[in-house]
C-alpha cells in the first residue's frame, strides 16, 4: 500500500545514437502546445488521455508526518484514504471519442462519464499531461513519469510520492469528494477475505508474516476511515 516506491520501465532501444544518454523532460511541452524541438523520442506515437474518478475507488496511502512526544521529534507514518485515478485514452472512433489523432474530441465522452458519477480531471485545468515528440506523432505522458535515454534504452521512472502528493492536494481543494465510509468498508470487506484465506496456513513463517502485513493494513484502513468520519477534510492534513 505503500506510494513511496518507484518502477521503471523498459523500451526499446533508439537507432539514433544522438539520442542516448539524455533526459527527455528538456523537451517536454505543456499539453496544450505544439513541441518545436527536433529531438523525437524513440517510441511510437499514442494517444492523449486524462484522469478520471469514480466515488467507489480509494486507496490507502502513506505520509510521513512528524510529531513530538516529549522533547523529542520522531516521523511516523500517517495513513490516508487517496483516490485511485483512472486514465481515460482519447482514441477518435473508440468509446465515443470523436475528432481526429491530432486534435480527439471526448466532449461526449466526457458527459456521459460525469452523468454516471465519474469526476473528470481536466488536463487543461490541473496540467499533469506533457507532449513529447515521437515516431509517427506525438507521445503523451503524466508530469509524475520522468523519461530518459540511459544506456540507449528508453527509460520511464514513476514518482509515486509526487503522485500522491498531488492527489492529497485534489482533496485538500475539494476536486474531490471526500469518500463515503461505505466504500471505504468494501474496500476492508477485500483486505479481510485475504486475511481469512491465510489463516489456515499462519503456521508457515512466510504466511505468518504476510498475515501480520495485511492485519496492519487492516488496521490502518479503519483507523483512517474512522478519521475521515470524524475529521473529514482535516483527514488530508498533515
Wanted: positive net charge; charged residues 25%; proline residues 5%.
Amino acid at each position: 500500500m505503500s506510494v513511496l516506491l518507484s518502477s521503471t520501465v523498459l523500451f526499446n532501444k533508439p537507432t539514433n545514437k544522438k539520442d542516448t544518454d539524455m533526459n527527455y523532460e528538456e523537451i517536454a511541452q505543456p499539453w496544450q502546445t505544439t513541441a518545436q524541438k527536433q529531438i523525437v523520442l524513440p517510441v511510437r506515437a499514442n494517444s492523449r488521455f486524462f484522469y478520471k474518478h469514480h466515488p467507489k475507488n480509494w486507496e490507502l496511502c502513506y505520509f510521513d508526518i512528524e510529531v513530538k512526544a516529549g522533547k523529542t521529534t520522531k516521523t511516523i507514518q500517517k495513513p490516508i484514504w487517496l483516490p485511485d485515478l483512472h486514465t481515460h485514452t482519447e482514441t477518435p472512433g473508440v468509446n465515443g471519442c470523436r475528432g481526429y489523432t491530432a486534435n480527439p474530441d471526448s466532449s461526449h465522452t466526457r458527459t456521459r462519464l460525469t452523468d454516471k458519477g465519474w469526476t473528470i480531471l481536466a488536463p487543461s485545468k490541473h496540467d499533469y499531461l506533457r507532449k513529447y515528440p515521437a515516431r509517427k506523432g506525438s507521445y503523451w505522458a503524466d508530469i509524475f513519469t520522468k523519461i530518459e535515454n540511459i544506456g540507449g534504452d528508453l527509460v520511464q521512472t514513476f514518482n509515486h510520492q509526487m503522485y500522491a502528493d498531488w492527489r492529497l492536494t485534489l482533496m485538500l481543494d475539494s476536486v474531490i469528494e471526500l469518500p463515503h465510509k461505505t466504500f471505504l468498508q468494501r474496500k476492508m470487506i477485500d483486505v479481510k477475505r485475504r486475511i481469512e484465506r491465510h489463516t489456515r496456513n499462519q503456521h508457515i513463517p512466510e504466511i505468518a508474516a504476510k498475515l501480520n502485513g495485511l492485519q496492519k493494513i487492516n488496521d490502518d484502513m479503519n483507523t483512517a476511515m474512522q478519521d475521515v468520519v470524524k475529521n473529514g477534510e482535516k483527514h488530508y492534513e498533515l
